[in-house]
């Protein structure tokens, strides 16, 4: 029986700003300078209506998170782009108390009740002075879902503001590859990137694609294929460097933590995988 012939499935990666964290916790946001197999595979999944925590409901038809894995990684970096880091500041200052506060929120009414009777005495709400109240109260931070009403609620309400910094890279472009011998597999994926079931972004919400995701299908194994393709618009002159997935006994290869393994909000997993950087010389115009 011969063997089925490889193609490679190609995902067009170009954004104002990107970002492609392996250690990113909590309010410290890094990145590398090119896309993980982990956010590519995320985007993959999402596209398919991939629920997070593998929930199904009935009528969900979306792939197990292992197929998408399973398949071969490679990435090439036609414009590598400028990594920057954005210094962010969440939830500071001091913000008035207003009627809504005290009704929705009983302990911020019992709390504010001596203030408020005093300040208002028999006349409905009205704007009140109190450096006590503007003390306590600030802007809500770490909103989330109550577990048991799925009312939105704040986790602090204090008035010091949460301070992060993120990492970037701006004006890049990156042409991602998946190859696998099932194209129907493949043609599936690309029907879902044409018309995706969930919102795309390239590594965080605020990096929205400015190009279609999808770049075609191409006969071949990926490395044929990501050398063979033309540059984007605006890249580099060849070489080009890219990171392809290969067996661990391969020479002149190192390992990466970005195996996606569980994507569940509770438990996200990574394992590690084997890639070697090697550098293309891809035609820049359609031949």
Known sequence: MSTPTPHTLLVRLEAVTQSWGTLSAFNNRDSLPRPTKSGVVGILAAADGHDRDEQREEGDDYLPLSTYATLRFGVRADRPGTLFNDFQTTGGGRYPLRPRDLITDPARANHAAPEVEAATGNRAFGRIDSPHLNDWYCAPKNIAPDP????????????????????????????????????????HLAHRLQEPRRLLWLGQKACAPTQPLYHGIRPGPLEQVLSSTPLLPRSRPAPTPAWIEVPRPTARAHDVHDQPVSYASHRRLRAPRWEERVSLHPPTEQP
């Open 148 to 187: 048991a009403t799925g009312h939105l609620l704040a986790g602090n309400t204090s008035r010091y503001p949460q301070l992060s910094e993120r990492w970037y890279l701006a004006d890049a472009a990156f042409l991602a590859a998946f190859e696998s011998s099932d194209r129907t597999l493949l043609r």
